[in-house]
């Protein structure tokens, strides 16, 4: 360690509140709040002290957290700037202490103490690779057992590397046959087809539960490579189920809400390769379930559209993604006119990567599967997986603060006259 380091030594962070450091108090409620968590004050106020350290480490040195008591004093809303000052009040050879406070623009939110420890990275690193071996190891013999054992509930989901999604709990077993769903497995390669077709597969409070027993048996079975998504009928999906949203009440659409963003987010997580098959209309939740998707063909036949605003509401999900696809300009002009546009339009705006006739989507998406199953496994998943990462944290939670706006809207009367006027297949009449 290099010299200098004594008691009152300070180090500063500022963080302003995204959507990867929140958590929505009171979901369930017409009223809730979106509020600077907990755990991200920790982290904020570790991350100071680490700040105030690494002048003072040589090369080899790095620090590690080892204890650490957070105070919560006060809470702050999502995107506001928020600053932690870290003070060293105790130095015992390689421990050093830390006195740290929190604030955000107003007043003080939190404050703490916090140990940590000075290591040597060529000491630490090695004996991290032997564990992490051992579990990889562990996971290979536990898997190789039989399917659905009791014991395998908590076994680390490393699969030599590629992240299963934490919140969904895998599946080995085989998929039990789902209401809205057919599963057809070919090897790798697994087909999807929304299967509501007399509702032009709009999404409902079954098929999202559908899609999350699906998500989860894909999480059990890794070696599944490919998912191609397609619709049955004339339509690829219409969107959420309207005439369903009208008889839910506000806690349940929220609930409802934050599913469906979490099932389709689980699909940049998933090691599969998600292709979606796009054979006709693609609104709302139908756009947002084919742009979660890795690749996206459409029949010439297909429109895409966001036409929630139309419906008295903005969309409840899937906003930032649209975004990193389609840029901020095209993201305002689908979202704020509720436009349709044909397959031809949204492979000049980015959001399909190719147009084929209406008899050649299935085989233009199959040849596809075909081309990357020709691709290094690993590699393909983690290259995958990096893409994905490198858009950050943040975006992947901002449906948090989509689905709020979209509840606030629902309860107004506004949204009653757009699903009345859906409904009696009327234009809606808004104030």
Same mark, same amino acid.
């Given at each position: 360690?290099?010299?200098?380091?004594?008691?009152?030594?300070?180090?500063?962070?500022?963080?302003?509140?995204?959507?990867?450091?929140?958590?929505?108090?009171?979901?369930?409620?017409?009223?809730?709040?979106?509020?600077?968590?907990?755990?991200?004050?920790?982290?904020?106020?570790?991350?100071?002290?680490?700040?105030?350290?690494?002048?003072?480490?040589?090369?080899?040195?790095?620090?590690?957290? /080892?204890?650490?008591?957070?105070?919560? #004093? %006060?809470?702050?809303?999502?995107?506001? !700037?928020? *600053?932690?000052?870290?003070? @060293? $009040?105790?130095?015992?050879?390689?421990?050093?202490?830390?006195?740290?406070?929190?604030?955000?623009?107003?007043?003080?939110?939190?404050?703490?103490?916090?140990?940590?420890?000075?290591?040597?990275?060529?000491?630490?690193?090695?004996?991290?690779?032997?564990?992490?071996?051992?579990?990889?190891?562990?996971?290979?013999?536990?898997?190789?057992?039989?399917?659905?054992?009791?014991?395998?509930?908590?076994?680390?989901?490393?699969?030599?590397?590629?992240?299963?999604?934490?919140? /969904?709990?895998?599946?080995?077993?085989? #998929? %039990?046959?789902?209401?809205?769903?057919? !599963?057809? *497995?070919?090897?790798?390669? @697994? $087909?999807?087809?929304?299967?509501?077709?007399?509702?032009?597969?709009?999404?409902?409070?079954?098929?999202?539960?559908?899609?999350?027993?699906?998500?989860?048996?894909?999480?059990?079975?890794?070696?599944?490579?490919?998912?191609?998504?397609?619709?049955?009928?004339?339509?690829?999906?219409?969107?959420?189920?309207?005439?369903?949203?009208?008889?839910?009440?506000?806690?349940?659409?929220?609930?409802?809400?934050?599913?469906?963003?979490?099932?389709?987010?689980?699909?940049?997580?998933?090691?599969?390769?998600?292709?979606?098959?796009?054979?006709?209309?693609?609104?709302?939740?139908?756009?947002?379930?084919?742009?979660?998707?890795?690749?996206?063909?459409?029949?010439?036949?297909?429109?895409?559209?966001?036409?929630?605003?139309?419906?008295?509401?903005?969309?409840?999900?899937?906003?930032?993604?649209?975004?990193?696809?389609?840029?901020?300009?095209?993201?305002?002009?689908?979202?704020?006119?509720?436009?349709?546009?044909?397959?031809?339009?949204?492979?000049?705006?980015?959001?399909?990567?190719?147009?084929?006739?209406?008899?050649?989507?299935?085989?233009?998406?199959?040849?596809?599967?075909?081309?990357?199953?020709?691709?290094?496994?690993?590699?393909?998943?983690?290259?995958?997986?990096?893409?994905?990462?490198?858009?950050?944290?943040?975006?992947?939670?901002?449906?948090?603060?989509?689905?709020?706006?979209?509840?606030?809207?629902?309860?107004?009367?506004?949204?009653?006259?757009?699903?009345?006027?859906?409904?009696?297949?009327?234009?809606?009449?808004?104030?």
């Amino acid at each position: 360690m290099k010299p200098g380091l004594t008691v009152g030594t300070t180090g500063t962070l500022d963080l302003t509140v995204g959507g990867s450091d929140v958590i929505h108090i009171g979901a369930s409620q017409p009223n809730s709040a979106i509020v600077f968590s907990t755990p991200s004050m920790i982290n904020l106020m570790e991350h100071a002290a680490r700040a105030a350290l690494r002048s003072y480490l040589d090369d080899s040195e790095e620090s590690v957290g /080892v204890n650490v008591v957070v105070e919560h #004093l %006060s809470a702050t809303p999502l995107n506001a !700037v928020v *600053r932690a000052e870290a003070r @060293v $009040t105790a130095i015992e050879g390689r421990l050093v202490d830390f006195e740290i406070a929190a604030f955000d623009e107003l007043e003080q939110i939190g404050r703490g103490t916090h140990r940590r420890a000075i290591i040597q990275v060529e000491r630490f690193v090695p004996k991290l690779i032997e564990k992490t071996s051992k579990l990889n190891d562990f996971v290979v013999a536990a898997s190789s057992r039989s399917n659905g054992e009791k014991h395998l509930k908590n076994t680390p989901e490393l699969n030599r590397g590629v992240v299963v999604p934490s919140f /969904v709990e895998p599946n080995r077993a085989e #998929l %039990s046959p789902l209401t809205t769903l057919l !599963v057809e *497995r070919d090897g790798p390669i @697994v $087909t999807v087809t929304l299967n509501r077709p007399t509702k032009l597969n709009a999404v409902d409070r079954q098929m999202t539960t559908d899609f999350e027993q699906l998500n989860s048996w894909l999480a059990g079975h890794p070696e599944i490579r490919i998912v191609i998504l397609t619709g049955s009928g004339e339509a690829f999906c219409a969107g959420d189920d309207v005439k369903e949203v009208g008889t839910l009440d506000l806690a349940e659409a929220t609930r409802l809400s934050h599913r469906q963003a979490s099932l389709y987010l689980t699909w940049e997580r998933l090691p599969q390769i998600f292709i979606a098959a796009v054979n006709g209309v693609a609104f709302g939740a139908g756009c947002v379930c084919a742009y979660s998707c890795d690749f996206r063909i459409a029949a010439h036949s297909a429109r895409f559209a966001m036409p929630e605003v139309k419906l008295g509401w903005p969309p409840g999900y899937g906003l930032a993604q649209l975004i990193a696809l389609i840029g901020k300009a095209r993201a305002l002009e689908l979202c704020l006119t509720g436009k349709q546009i044909t397959a031809q339009q949204a492979q000049q705006y980015g959001l399909v990567h190719d147009v084929v006739p209406q008899t050649r989507v299935i085989s233009a998406a199959c040849e596809l599967a075909e081309q990357l199953l020709k691709q290094p496994t690993e590699a393909l998943r983690l290259t995958k997986q990096l893409i994905h990462a490198d858009e950050g944290t943040q975006s992947k939670q901002a449906f948090l603060a989509d689905t709020a706006a979209y509840i606030r809207c629902l309860g107004h009367k506004d949204a009653q006259e757009g699903i009345a006027a859906f409904n009696e297949k009327r234009p809606p009449k808004f104030r």
